[in-house]
């Protein structure tokens, strides 16, 4: 069964520094690709962020040079660092699979205040 756990957000100042965590269980994480994904208040999710099983690493233009996308195999962990935080980036924020295959987890909440 697989488990998808977010943490790591918060309240941050603009142009302030978060680092997001996300645990997968259940899954042969070194074989798969992962992404992140955010869903502001009345606005569909969007995707953020993928990284694939050789670390190479695709970000969607608005976050591109502020926004890290990384993976630890041994822990089943992939991070998102949020550098240059702006309150167009206050949303809840999800990883998942690059598919959306995964059960959605229940996010993480960053708040980023002007």
């Known amino acids: 069964q697989v488990h998808v756990v977010e943490s790591g957000g918060g309240l941050v100042q603009a142009g302030g520094s978060l680092r997001l965590s996300c645990v997968v269980s259940g899954i042969d994480f070194r074989a798969s690709v992962l992404a992140w994904y955010r869903q502001a208040p009345g606005k569909q999710r969007e995707w953020l962020a993928v990284?694939?099983?050789?670390?190479?690493?695709y970000y969607k233009e608005s976050v591109k040079g502020r926004f890290t996308i990384s993976r630890d195999n041994a822990q089943n962990t992939v991070y998102l660092q949020m550098n240059s935080l702006e309150p167009e980036d206050t949303a809840v924020y999800f990883c998942?699979?690059?598919?959306?295959?995964?059960?959605w987890g229940q996010g993480t909440q960053v708040t980023v205040s002007s």
């Open positions: 998942n699979a690059a598919d959306e295959s995964y059960p």
């Open positions: 990284i694939g099983l050789t670390n190479i690493t």
